[in-house]
């Protein structure tokens, strides 16, 4: 009978450390997940700063081109090509920045580590 018991205690001690085990990894996973979703929005903040950015640019761009076509047509002088070489300027800036943030929102990949960890675990799961 002690051999029983030995066998009993033996099968209580694996199924402690399998639920361990199972513990750890999900820990592991969900570290993983949080470590890759913060890195996303790092990054997707970056885009959408860079869009902020030529937003701000481009509203730039329309105030001084707007003076300067006042300026040039109004007064024929000097003034009216310098305020338009500035919104040329302003518009140039619009146009990196805007297609930088874009490059950059286009290629986020969210979390694609952990989305492969949980449909191994749901496809193992399934098996059994």
């Known amino acids: 009978m002690s051999d029983e018991r030995g066998d009993g205690d033996g099968l209580s001690e694996l199924a ?6 199972v513990s750890s990894l999900v820990d592991k996973e969900v570290a993983t997940a949080k470590t890759e979703l913060t890195e996303t929005a790092k990054q ?9 950015g030529a937003a701000v640019s481009g ?15 109004g007064n024929r002088i ?11 300027l302003y518009g140039a800036g619009a146009v990196a920045l805007s297609s930088g943030g874009a490059e950059r929102i286009t290629h986020l990949t969210g979390a694609p580590r952990t989305g492969r960890s949980l449909h191994d675990l ?3 799961a399934r098996s059994d």
């Open 59 to 73: 509203l730039m761009a329309l105030l001084f081109g707007s003076i300067a076509v006042w300026r040039g047509l």
């Open 78 to 88: 000097g003034f009216g090509k310098s305020a338009a070489l500035v919104a040329a």
């Open 16 to 21: 402690e450390q399998v639920g361990h085990d």
């Open 122 to 124: 749901s496809s193992a």
């Open 44 to 52: 997707g903040a970056v885009g959408a700063g860079l869009v902020g």
